[in-house]
């Protein structure tokens, strides 16, 4: 029996045949992913397993749980062409896997900016576990690091390794830290947060050329206006796209990612998409897509009611948030700071920050660092009904906590 066949192995994947198998869908299941391992956390590649380097702590789930569910598990195995009449994926080595219906869960790769030697072999990116593994081995022999990029990957990865002693030049293009996602309160924090762990951070300063001779070894990094770095390692942190392609090949509608209806449909009613590769219809109109581990798990969620119990009430609709770990700062966002077109600033005790963005007169966004319980507190809010307004919130004394509890 073809049933459900998934293609990538992430975080939405294994969301979604757990969900599937909890909303009682007894049809084959199965996951077919490029990478060799069982499926993994991304998120902690550039924050704890830089320091522990266990992979087995990474795992979504082991191995017994695909054996158990009849969950059956393609790894390292690509997914090449779709064939939409015949409904089949079919792999590298020539493999035609039937469907009924097929999810995309391909997630996104990394960019490389249109700079002289961006393709340099001695360049480190990271956004798998093999990417992480040659990190960690070069970390060991190297005293000053360049991280091309300063959004978050880049970031985590400069505070990770200032821990272990090694400082980082950090360049950044733009005016800003971390600026697609991030008020400019928070990037000014982490500006002196990591000018404080000993990274030096360089704004308005685009690289344009990264200088290797030899094939392990980048001699140095020129920046546009002619300044040159030197370091042991650099590293490439410039932004992902979503993996569109397989899609693309397909005919399948894809703008900044695969697009999708609020049902996560795509324009084939058996294909479907979620995660980091697609862009989906909010219910204000618009296409987005995230990147996040929220994204991928409640996107899951949502399609697995679809699959298995023909769900089809309501579009997709959930409070976006996300955290990034870097040293002693942990940052949480709910909502989209980028919808924001004003901030709120209160300061808690020590190193704790709420900054409350409003669009208008409503509340978008909640950013905090060292602050989880006004976090979960605004993940409640911002999922009520009707948006909470600047007056409330200011007659509540942004007491976001007092505020969720008062709501029941
Ligand atoms: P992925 O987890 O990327 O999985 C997609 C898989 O599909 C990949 O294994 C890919 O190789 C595979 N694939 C692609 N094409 C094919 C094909 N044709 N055939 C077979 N397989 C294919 N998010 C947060 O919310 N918080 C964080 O702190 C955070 N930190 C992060 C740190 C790092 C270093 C990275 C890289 C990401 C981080 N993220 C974080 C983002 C988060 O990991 C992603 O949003 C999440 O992994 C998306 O899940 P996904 O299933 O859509 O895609």
């Given at each position: 029996?073809?049933?459900?066949?998934?293609?990538g192995?992430g975080?939405?994947?294994?969301?979604?045949?757990?969900?599937?198998?909890?909303?009682?869908?007894d049809?084959?299941?199965?996951?077919?992913?490029?990478?060799?391992?069982?499926?993994?956390?991304?998120?902690?590649?550039?924050?704890?397993?830089?320091?522990?380097?266990?992979?087995?702590?990474?795992?979504?789930?082991?191995?017994?749980?695909?054996?158990?569910?009849?969950?059956?598990?393609?790894?390292?195995?690509?997914?090449?062409?779709?064939?939409?009449?015949?409904?089949?994926?079919?792999?590298?080595?020539?493999?035609?896997?039937?469907?009924?219906?097929?999810?995309?869960?391909?997630?996104?790769?990394?960019?490389?900016?249109?700079?002289?030697?961006?393709?340099?072999?001695?360049?480190?990116?990271?956004?798998t576990?093999?990417?992480?593994?040659?990190?960690?081995a070069?970390?060991?022999?190297?005293?000053?690091?360049?991280?091309?990029?300063?959004?978050?990957?880049?970031?985590?990865?400069?505070?990770?390794?200032?821990?272990?002693g090694?400082?980082?030049?950090?360049?950044?293009?733009?005016?800003?830290?971390?600026?697609?996602?991030?008020?400019?309160?928070?990037?000014?924090?982490?500006?002196?947060?990591?000018?404080?762990?000993?990274?030096?951070?360089?704004?308005?300063?685009?690289?344009?050329?990264?200088?290797?001779?030899?094939?392990?070894?980048?001699?140095?990094?020129?920046?546009?206006?002619?300044?040159?770095?030197?370091?042991?390692?650099?590293?490439?942190?410039?932004?992902?796209?979503?993996?569109?392609?397989?899609?693309?090949?397909?005919?399948?509608?894809?703008?900044?990612?695969?697009?999708?209806?609020?049902?996560?449909?795509?324009?084939?009613?058996?294909?479907?998409?979620?995660?980091?590769?697609?862009?989906?219809?909010?219910?204000?109109?618009?296409?987005?897509?995230?990147?996040?581990?929220?994204?991928?798990?409640?996107?899951?969620?949502?399609?697995?009611?679809?699959?298995?119990?023909?769900?089809?009430?309501?579009?997709?609709?959930a409070?976006?948030?996300?955290?990034?770990?870097q040293?002693?700062?942990?940052?949480?966002?709910?909502?989209?700071?980028?919808?924001?077109?004003?901030?709120?600033?209160?300061?808690?005790?020590?190193?704790?920050?709420?900054?409350?963005?409003?669009?208008?007169d409503?509340?978008?966004?909640?950013?905090t660092?060292?602050?989880?319980?006004?976090?979960?507190?605004?993940?409640?809010?911002?999922?009520?009904?009707?948006?909470?307004?600047?007056?409330?919130?200011?007659?509540?004394?942004?007491?976001?906590?007092?505020?969720?509890?008062?709501?029941?």
């Amino acid at each position: 029996m073809p049933g459900i066949v998934i293609v990538g192995a992430g975080h939405a994947a294994v969301q979604l045949v757990t969900s599937l198998r909890q909303d009682g869908y007894d049809g084959d299941l199965t996951i077919i992913g490029d990478e060799p391992h069982l499926p993994y956390q991304r998120p902690p590649l550039s924050k704890t397993y830089m320091k522990h380097g266990e992979a087995e702590r990474l795992l979504l789930k082991a191995e017994s749980f695909f054996e158990t569910n009849r969950i059956t598990l393609l790894a390292g195995t690509r997914v090449v062409a779709i064939d939409r009449e015949a409904r089949q994926a079919i792999t590298a080595p020539g493999t035609h896997i039937d469907y009924d219906h097929l999810v995309l869960a391909t997630g996104a790769q990394n960019v490389r900016p249109p700079l002289t030697g961006a393709h340099h072999p001695a360049i480190l990116e990271l956004r798998t576990l093999a990417h992480a593994e040659a990190i960690r081995a070069r970390l060991a022999r190297t005293g000053k690091a360049i991280v091309i990029g300063g959004g978050f990957i880049g970031l985590e990865f400069a505070a990770m390794a200032a821990g272990e002693g090694v400082s980082s030049t950090i360049v950044e293009a733009g005016p800003r830290l971390m600026a697609r996602a991030v008020s400019p309160l928070i990037s000014d924090s982490f500006l002196d947060y990591h000018r404080s762990l000993g990274n030096e951070v360089l704004l308005d300063a685009p690289a344009s050329e990264i200088v290797g001779t030899r094939e392990d070894l980048i001699e140095s990094v020129r920046l546009a206006d002619g300044r040159v770095l030197s370091g042991d390692l650099v590293l490439l942190a410039a932004g992902v796209r979503p993996n569109t392609d397989l899609a693309e090949q397909a005919g399948i509608a894809c703008r900044n990612g695969i697009l999708v209806d609020g049902r996560l449909a795509t324009d084939d009613p058996r294909i479907s998409a979620i995660g980091d590769c697609a862009s989906v219809l909010t219910i204000d109109g618009i296409h987005q897509r995230l990147e996040s581990v929220q994204a991928a798990t409640d996107q899951a969620r949502h399609l697995s009611r679809r699959l298995a119990k023909g769900d089809e009430a309501g579009g997709y609709h959930a409070v976006p948030w996300f955290w990034s770990d870097q040293g002693e700062l942990k940052l949480q966002i709910a909502g989209l700071a980028s919808d924001a077109d004003g901030f709120e600033d209160r300061r808690g005790a020590g190193t704790a920050r709420t900054i409350v963005g409003f669009r208008g007169d409503h509340l978008v966004s909640v950013e905090t660092i060292n602050a989880a319980g006004d976090h979960m507190a605004a993940r409640r809010l911002l999922a009520l009904p009707q948006p909470l307004t600047r007056q409330r919130l200011s007659d509540s004394a942004y007491d976001l906590r007092a505020l969720a509890k008062s709501q029941g």
